[in-house]
Every structure is written in C-alpha cells, then in structure tokens.
C-alpha cells in the first residue's frame, strides 16, 4: 500500500460528514446494492491519535485483522506502529489464556514511535481474550465484546466466577456488547455458506464495525478479499458482506453515538507504504545485491521470526535471488558460504538457537574471509525459548559465540523501515571488507510496520565487490591473501578465473600466500590482522540528541529499544527534564566517539531487553559506570515505565526540575488523546500511553 505525500498536504482523506469513505471505498451518497444508505448525522471527534487491540484466539483472525486495518491506515495517511503478539502453538487450546492472539496499531496525526503502551479500544472477541487484555486498559477505554461467547462454559474455562458483562466489573469503561457471531449469521444467511464457515466471517464483521467508527478507507481491504480468495469466490463475497454489514452497523446502531477521526499526519515529502521489519530487510538484500551488481543466494531454515525473508526473498528470481530451504541450520549456512565463494552475495538467516547451529560455519567464514551475511531475527531464549516474543540477548552471542579470535562486525536496525538500511549497511561491510557481518533485528521489529518513505535508486550506496582479475605479483603469480592496505580486505577471487587458483580451508593460513601454516608468529600476525581489519571498519560517528548541551545523564540503546526509549525522553522534556539521547546502529566496531560520549556525561542509563549485554561491553571496553535497565518479558519495554527511570536518574543527579504530577494544570496527561472540537480527553489512557 503506497501514498503521495507532498509538503503542505498528507495524503487525500481527512474528511468530516460529506467526505466520510464508505465500504467499497466510495463516499457517502446514494444508496447502491450492497453499500450503506446516506449516514444519519452522528457527532465526529477528532482524534491526534487512538490506540486499537484487536483479541481473540488464534483462529479468529486477530493478525489478519489487525494487518487490514494497519494497511488502510497506512494509505489514509495516518502516521503508525504495530505490535503483533501470537501463541508459538499452530493452534493453540481455544478459550484459553495462553491461547489468546492480539493486534495493537497506535495511529496518529503526527510523528510517533512505539505501538503504544495501553489500549483506547480493545476488541474481545471472547472471554478469555478480555481477562488476558484487560489489566493494560486505562479506564475510561472502550472494549468491544462479541457477547455470543460469553457462555458458562467459556467462562469458566478461564476462571470468571461471574459474567463479567453483567455483574458490575466494567464499570470503568466504556462497554460496547454487541452479538458479533449472531449478526455476521444474519449478515451471511443467504451466502450458501455452512454455519461454520459463516461463522468464520466475524472477524470481518468486526473490521467493518472499526472502519467505520475511526473513518477508515474500505476499497483496499475489499480488493484484498478478492485477491485473497479468488479461487473461492463464494468465501471472498461473504467475507465483503460481514465487512460491510459491520460498517452498516455502526452507521446505525444507537450502541455507538459517535464516532472518531483522526487526520493524515504530516511526514515529509516522498512516496510511503506501510512495512514491516522482515519485509524491509527482504527489500534491503535485494537492493543491496543489485548496488554491488552481485546475484543474491540465501541459504535458510525455516525458524520463527525468521522465516518470512525466506518466503520473501523466493517470490523476486526476476531480481536474481535465489532461495534454497536447506534440510537444516548447519546446510543452510554451508550453502550460502559456498555462494560467496563463488562470487555471490550470500545470506544465511535464522534466530538465536540457529546461531549457535551456525557458529562453526561463521568462524570459517571468518578464516576464508568471505562476505556473509547472518540475519539473527532475535526471539526469546533460551534453547527454544519463547519463539513470537521478542528479546534482543543474543548480543553476546554475536560478539563472541565462536571458538578462538573470530571476530565479526554487527549491526543493528532501530525501527521495522530501518531494517532496510541496515542490510545495506551490513552488506557494505561485508562486501568491502571481506568478512562474514552480524545483521541483529528482533522479533518485535520483524512482525511490527510503520509507514516507510521508499528512496530513490541514487539515494542508495555504491558497493563495489572489486573481484580479482588477475595475478597480484611482479612475479605473475596471485596470492589470496595479498591485503589492502587502506580495508586490510583479501582479494575476491571468483573460482575459475584464470590464474587465480588458490586453497581455502579452515586450517590458518600463512600471510600472503594463503598456504597452510602453523607457525606461532604467524598465528599471531593473522589473528591480529583480522582484528584490526573488523576494528578498522568506516562506521558513522555516534550521534547525540542533547538540544541544549546541559543534561547530565546520557541514556543509550540499540535495536529496537529505540522507539519506547525516544518517548520517554520526549516525555521528560516535555515535563521539564534534561536528559540527552543516542543510538547504536553498529555494536562492532563501535562508533570511533563512542567512549567520548561516554564520559562526557554524569550517569549513562542502558535500557536492554536482557540482563545488561551490552552495559557490559561498555563497562570493559570505556571503563565508565554504564547502569542496566533490563527486561526480559518478551514484550518491548512501555515509555512510562522507562520515563520513570529516566526521571529518577535525573533526580539522583540534581539540576533538573521535579518532576511533575500526571494530570498537572499546565495541560492534558503526558500521551492524553485530545478531542480537538471540544477540548475533552477522548479514551485517554493518560500516563500510561506515549506520543
């Protein structure tokens, strides 16, 4: 899904009652077969921002659902992020806690950064789908139930000794309970469709119920149906009519007397599309083997979160990828190193337990000195771990999970789009400097999106392979380990080339000539070579946001803690603290500044979603007393929560204000929801929500 964005103007469809999308995509008007009659006049607010949980179990389309109302958000224009979380289990037990699947989509008129922190909306589409969600909601939240599976046994199943649609508990929201099951029944009682396959459709009954109640475009996901199931036109038709008796409803019902609004935001100018993290990286290797003019070959098995690259990559041959599912881990990496030999971009993708299956193959890779790429799409651990959660403690494991001095550069994207720029990034290493590179996402940013501006092909960097030719001796003779002197990188020699016939092995090699060696000093020479050469690496200076140069505390993070990280921050300034802020994309070779940076400040905070990796890394290397803020919940840390740290090392340090109490007379909560009409919170989750 793509939009034009131009300087003074989003994108088309703001909108107020004339100019509200209809199902179909058309605007309200005269009433045609299967759209809605002209809408009865209902209160509109407009909204800055509102934050959706679509739940339920893993068979009722929860991630379909929230990916449809993600894509025409994306094309309305509305900046956003997403938060996906699933079960492990294919089918987990239905009606049950464990078995609950959520969608959370924060959507806004401006800039924002996480998928937030607690629902405005949450939709349940059963029991247990409320108990799991419900003590994230702020009161005064709206929650959507579909009543029809509030039975005795539901119920119980999940330990409610009582209705609680009807004994009292809700009360601090606003509850919307509406016969979901029933009425998409009704909707579909004439599509020939089985009851059970009827039934199936409700999910669609919700999305249109959403659509409508937060203005959404409704063409795309129509088209969506029928491109999805255009082999099954019967399933594709009652899908659209369940989607459109949901918008039908509430166009009518009195359950909902008003509806929300929230405009296109501001970005600058350029052509979007919404993206996810594993999609962008996908994107990003292919871009990367066509800057360098190099054929793209991944070498993969199948691991969540992984494995959409591999489904992604096999759909573009016409771009020369070449895709091979490999019977396991160690055959995976095995082929794609045996594509860089041969003169390939070779990638290699997995998570943490099949980094370790890797990690022989890595230090050959290190000792052949070949560009490689290994994708680690981080899950929690360890061993099998939590494979849908998100963790990023595989950092250790990059630096130095190998036998003996193998090191290899690592990078790390900090946002889903980034993760394209970070496969250039880790290929332009890779390419340049002949070394296998560590490419660290994790799960929250390869099933997450936002809105992703695509760049023009100039924009994008050269890579130069620069493959041997010929010898590289007065004598006309070639030796494979000839370095440059500015990269220290080996010559590329593409097998079969005349005169450059060399060995390769995983035994040390003498300098130079590449032959087999065990001296000692050699040993040592090679060794500290290939050190130097990863210390060496051009990285970008590290940058720092401290707007007017007096905070004393400098908090650092890296790969995805970037987002819940920069809302705090705009939080405690927002409120009056001084607090500077950096972001480590390359976590080897550090940032040549980094210890600079380090010491230039009082106290140095390090949010990680592990028990302190890359604190430790600092304290080593720098010296300096860089303190751990850890979580490993398998969920993205909340801004309010790290707002609070960060206050209270403000507060040790002295030279910042108090910090002020939530609700202060100065203006709405930190994250309030604003109803711009009339000037009232609207679902606001106050403190516990982020900007």
């Known amino acids: 899904m793509t939009s034009q964005v131009d300087q003074s103007e989003a994108v088309d469809g703001s909108g107020g009652d004339e100019g509200r999308p209809g199902p179909g995509g058309g605007r309200s008007g005269p009433a045609v077969p299967g759209s809605p009659q002209p809408r009865r006049a209902k209160p509109i607010r407009r909204l800055d921002r509102v934050i959706i949980r679509f739940a339920g179990d893993s068979g009722d389309g929860m991630q379909l659902t929230g990916d449809r109302f993600t894509s025409e958000t994306a094309s309305f224009g509305n900046d956003l992020s997403t938060l996906p979380n699933f079960p492990a289990e294919i089918r987990a037990p239905a009606g049950t806690l464990p078995g609950v699947s959520s969608f959370q989509l924060h959507f806004a008129d401006h800039d924002i950064l996480t998928p937030g922190d607690a629902p405005n909306v949450l939709v349940a589409m059963n029991p247990a789908a409320l108990k799991a969600n419900l003590p994230d909601l702020p009161r005064g939240a709206e929650i959507i139930v579909n009543t029809d599976e509030f039975t005795k046994r539901a119920l119980s199943k999940v330990g409610y000794p009582a209705d609680p649609l009807a004994d009292g508990s809700l009360e601090a929201y606003h509850l919307h309970k509406v016969p979901l099951t029933t009425l998409t029944l009704e909707a579909l009682k004439d599509s020939g469709l089985a009851r059970k396959d009827a039934e199936r459709a409700k999910n669609m009954f919700a999305l249109g119920l959403l659509s409508w109640m937060y203005h959404r475009p409704t063409h795309g996901t129509e088209s969506f149906l ?108 095995g082929a794609a190193l045996g594509a860089a030999f041969g003169g390939a971009l070779g990638v290699t993708t997995t998570s943490g337990p099949g980094v370790a299956l890797k990690s022989e193959t890595i230090g050959l890779a290190v000792s052949l000195e070949l560009p490689l790429l290994v994708v680690d799409i981080q899950r929690g651990g360890p061993s099998t771990g939590l494979p849908t959660k998100t963790e990023q403690a595989d950092l250790l494991q990059a630096m130095f999970g190998r036998n003996g001095e193998a090191p290899v550069p690592i990078v790390a994207p900090a946002t889903p789009a980034e993760c394209f720029d970070a496969a250039l990034e880790a290929a332009r290493i890779a390419v340049t400097y002949r070394t296998p590179v560590f490419l660290l996402s994790d799960g929250y940013l390869a099933n997450g999106s936002e809105p992703w501006r695509i760049p023009e092909v100039e924009e994008l960097p050269e890579i130069t392979p620069d493959f041997a030719t010929g010898p590289n001796r007065e004598d006309g003779s070639f030796w494979p380990y000839l370095r440059d002197p500015q990269t220290l990188a080996r010559p590329w020699a593409v097998p079969g080339t005349p005169g450059l016939e060399h060995r390769i092995g995983g035994i040390e090699k003498q300098d130079g000539t590449g032959n087999i060696s065990y001296d000692p000093a050699n040993h040592d ?113 909340k801004a309010a929560q790290l707002a609070d740290v960060l206050w209270a090392a403000i507060g040790s340090e002295g030279g910042s204000p108090a910090r002020p109490p939530a609700g202060s007379p100065e203006g709405p909560p930190a994250g309030a929801s604003v109803d711009t009409t009339t000037g009232a919170t609207a679902g606001s989750p106050s403190e516990e929500d982020n900007r």
């Open 226 to 333: 029928r491109s999805k199931f255009a082999k099954k036109p019967q399933i594709a038709e009652a899908n659209i009519s369940a989607f459109r008796a949901g918008w039908n409803f509430g166009e009518t019902t009195e359950s909902f007397a008003v509806s929300y609004e929230v405009p296109p935001a501001k970005l600058p100018a350029g052509r979007y599309r919404n993206i996810s993290g594993n999609l962008a990286l996908s994107y990003g290797l292919i871009a990367a083997a066509q800057r360098a003019g190099l054929p793209l070959y991944l070498g993969s098995y199948p691991i969540t979160p992984a494995s959409d690259i591999l489904h992604e990559l096999s759909r573009h041959k016409n771009f020369g990828v070449r895709t091979f599912q490999a019977e396991d881990e160690i055959a995976g990496i």
């Open 525 to 637: 020479f090679m060794v500290r070579t290939r050190q130097a050469k990863v210390d060496g690496i051009a990285v970008r200076p590290l940058e720092v946001d401290d707007p007017d140069g007096g905070a004393r505390v400098l908090v650092l993070g890296w790969g995805s803690t970037y987002g819940p990280i920069t809302a705090a921050v705009r939080r405690v300034r927002a409120d009056g603290g001084r607090i500077a802020q950096a972001h480590l994309r390359n976590l080897n070779p550090f940032p040549a500044n980094l210890g600079t940076v380090l010491r230039s400040y009082e106290k140095v905070i390090v949010p990680e979603m592990n028990l302190g990796q890359l604190a430790l890394l600092l304290r080593a290397k720098y010296l300096v007393d860089a303190q751990s803020y850890n979580q490993v919940r398998g969920l993205p840390f």
